[in-house]
């Protein structure tokens, strides 16, 4: 059975920091496409941050410079850090495993709220 387990959200101040984590079951996430996407108050879901099967990290523009992206594959588990938060980092984040054409799977969500 697939599963992706998103933790690590909460509440923060501007300018601090938080690690999400993707916990995966059911396939390798050395195998797939794995992303973060968010879904903040009032807005459409958007693409975050992307690590693809050779590793090279893609980043949203808005997020360039402050979040990075990982995998342990040993963990089979995807890492989003966030550094300097804002408040318009606000979100549900979501984790997303990608495979060829085939329908992704999506996780749960955790809650970020940036607030002071």
């Known amino acids: 059975q697939v599963q992706l387990v998103e933790s690590g959200g909460g509440l923060v101040q501007p300018g601090e920091s938080l690690r999400l984590s993707c916990a995966v079951s059911?396939?390798?996430?050395?195998?797939?496409?794995m992303s973060w996407y968010r879904q903040g108050p009032g807005k459409e879901r958007e693409w975050v941050a992307s690590?693809?099967?050779?590793?090279?990290?893609n980043y949203a523009d808005s997020v360039k410079g402050r979040f990075t992206i990982s995998r342990d594959n040993a963990r089979n588990t995807v890492y989003l850090q966030m550094n300097s938060l804002k408040p318009e980092d606000t979100a549900v984040y979501y984790c997303r495993a990608a495979f060829s054409t085939l329908p992704p799977y999506w996780g749960q969500g955790t809650q970020v709220t940036v607030s002071s």
């Open positions: 059911g396939f390798t996430v050395s195998n797939y496409r």
């Open positions: 690590t693809n099967f050779g590793n090279t990290p």
